[in-house]
C-alpha cells in the first residue's frame, strides 16, 4: 500500500457523459501528477499539481481538467467521454517536486 | 522531448533463470530513472530508483540496476527469478530541470513458469 488512495475504483459510463475521478495523496506530499495508461499509448503523464497550483501539463485532452484542493487532494474531470477514454487512470503524489512518486491503486475506466 | 525505450516486450523465464531486462533513454542532460513494477491487477510499486552517486543501484526483492552514462542505459538484473516475479516492468526517466512527470517506456512483460 503506498499511501496514496483512488476512489471510484471502476467506473462505466457512456459516450458524452462526463465524470470525476478522485485522488489523496500520502500524508505530507504536496505534488500530485495523473497518468493515463491505454493499450495503444501506454502509461503517459497528463498533469501535475503542487501545493494547489498547475505545475505541468503533458498529453492532456482539452476536455479534461483537473485541480488540487487546498487539502491536496486532486480531483480529475473527464467530459464528453469518448470509447477511446477508457483506459485506467493513476495518481501519484510526491513530497516536492524533485522527489521519488508513489502510485495509486488506479480508477478504471470503462466508456461504453 | 525525452524518450524511453524498452526493447524487449515479453520475456518468458522459468524459474531461477537470470533476469536481464533493458532500458534506454534519450536525453543529454541529467535524468534521474527508475523502475517499477505492476502486478497483475495492481497498481506500479517503486523497484528502484537512481537519482546519483553509485551507478549500481540495488532495490527491493533482489532486483538491481546499473546506469551505464555513455550507454543511456539503466537495465535491470536479478540474478534468479521467482514464479512471483510475474509481472510488467516500467522503466521511467524525470530529467533534473523543469517538468518533473515521469516518462515512462512500454513495459515489458515478464513471465516466470515454474
Known amino acids: 500500500d503506498s499511501g496514496v488512495t483512488q476512489t471510484p475504483k471502476h467506473l462505466i459510463t457512456a459516450t458524452g457523459q462526463r465524470v470525476t475521478l478522485r485522488c489523496s495523496p500520502r500524508?505530507?506530499?504536496?505534488?500530485v501528477y495523473w497518468y493515463q495508461q491505454s493499450l495503444d499509448q501506454g502509461l503517459q503523464f497528463l498533469i501535475q499539481?503542487?501545493?494547489?497550483?498547475?505545475?505541468a501539463k503533458g498529453n492532456i485532452l482539452e476536455r479534461f481538467s483537473a485541480q488540487q484542493f487546498p487539502d491536496l487532494h486532486s480531483e480529475l474531470n473527464l467530459s464528453s467521454l469518448e470509447l477511446g477514454d477508457s483506459a485506467l487512470y493513476f495518481c501519484?503524489?510526491?513530497?516536492?517536486?524533485?522527489?521519488?512518486?508513489?502510485f495509486g491503486p488506479g480508477t478504471r475506466l470503462l466508456v461504453l | 522531448a525525452q524518450s524511453v525505450s524498452q526493447h524487449n516486450h515479453h520475456v518468458i523465464l522459468s524459474e531461477a533463470a537470470s533476469l536481464e531486462l533493458g532500458c534506454n533513454y534519450s536525453?543529454?542532460?541529467?535524468?534521474?530513472l527508475f523502475w517499477y513494477v505492476q502486478y497483475p491487477g495492481q497498481h506500479l510499486q517503486l523497484l528502484l530508483k537512481y537519482f546519483s552517486g553509485d551507478p549500481l543501484v540495488k532495490g527491493i526483492k533482489g532486483f538491481e540496476a546499473e546506469f551505464i552514462k555513455s550507454k543511456f542505459s539503466f537495465n535491470l538484473r536479478k540474478p534468479s527469478v521467482q514464479w512471483s516475479d510475474t509481472a510488467e516492468y516500467f522503466c521511467?526517466?524525470?530529467?533534473?530541470?523543469?517538468?518533473?512527470?515521469?516518462?515512462f517506456g512500454s513495459g515489458t512483460r515478464l513471465q516466470v513458469q515454474p
Open positions: 501519484a503524489s510526491s513530497v516536492g517536486i524533485q522527489e521519488t512518486q508513489y
Open positions: 499539481y503542487y501545493n494547489g497550483e498547475e505545475r
Open positions: 536525453y543529454g542532460g541529467t535524468v534521474n
Open positions: 521511467a526517466v524525470n530529467i533534473d530541470t523543469g517538468r518533473r512527470a515521469l516518462t
Open positions: 500524508s505530507g506530499d504536496l505534488s
